[in-house]
C-alpha cells in the first residue's frame, strides 16, 4: 500500500483556548499554540478559530512521488482542481470541504507496550502477583491518531473522492448509514465517511496501549469534569475495537481505543456490508441519542 498512516487533522472550533486545554487533559502535548502531539504520532493535531466546529484538513502519508502522480490523475478523472508540488499533493473534498493533503513521510514505527499477563479459566499467565495493570500508576497516554469520522451531506461522493482518487480502501460498509470504513495504513479504519445533514466532524480517535490504558484515561478524565462522558466502555463490532468516547467543549467526539483490526493482506480480508441496525457496538452501554445525531448537527 503506498499510502501508509493517517498523519494529522486540523480541527476548526469558535473558541479554540478551551479545547486545546481539552486535549491537554487528554493526553496530548501542546508544543505551540493550538499544536499538539501524541506519544508516537508528532504533530497530529491542530486547533484553529472558526466560525463552526468542524474538520478543516487532513494529511496521509505517502511514500513516493509515484503515489502522489497517482492521487493527482484520479482526482483529474473526477474533476476535482489538484495542487501537486515534488512532495506533496492537495485538494478540497467537494462535498464536505476538507482540505486533504498527502504528503511523502517515512513510516511510523512504534515499540510496543509491555505484554500484561491476563488470567482466564483454563489459562494462568500471572501468578502469585498482581496485576501491573494495578499497581502504580503508569501513564496512560494518546500514542498516535488512530481515525477520523467525517459527516458528508453527499457520502458517496465522499467516498468516491477518497477510494478512486486518493487511494484509500474499503474495510466494511454500512449501506443504512451510508458508511464506509476505509483505510490509509493496515488500520481497519482510519476515516469513516457517514451521511449527515451538513458536513460535520463525529470523532477523533486516538490509540492506547491496552483497555487498561483506555479506562485508566477516560476515569481520569472524567474525574475531573463528568460532563465529559459520553459512551463507554465497548467494543466496537466493526473493526473491533475497544471504546470510550468523551465530547471536547466545541462538541466534538474524542475517542480513546485500542486494538482495531489489523488488514496486512487486502486478499485475506473480506469486506462486509453490514444490514444491521446497531452494528455501532459488539457489547457496552446503551448507544446515547445524541452520539448517534449530535444536538448541534441535528439543529443546523
Ligand atoms: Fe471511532
Redesign the pocket.
Known sequence: MSLHRLASLTIGVPEPVPVRAFYRDFGLVETAPGRLESADGGAQLRIEASPRRGLLALSVGVDDGDDLGRAAAGLQRLGVPVQLRPRALEAVEPATGVRVRLELQPRLTQKPPPLIPLNAPGRTLREDARSPAVLGSPSALPRRLS?V?LGSPDSAASRRFFVEAIGFRVSDEVPAMGASFLRCSTDHHNL?VQSGPAPFLH?T?WEMDDVDAVGRAAARMIAADASRHVWGLGR?GIGS?F?WYLRDPAGNFA?Y?CDLDVIADDEAWKAAASGSAHPLAAWGPPVPRSFLAPDDIVRG
Open positions: 481515525h469520522v469513516l470523532h480517535a466496537h475495537n471504546f475517542e481505543t
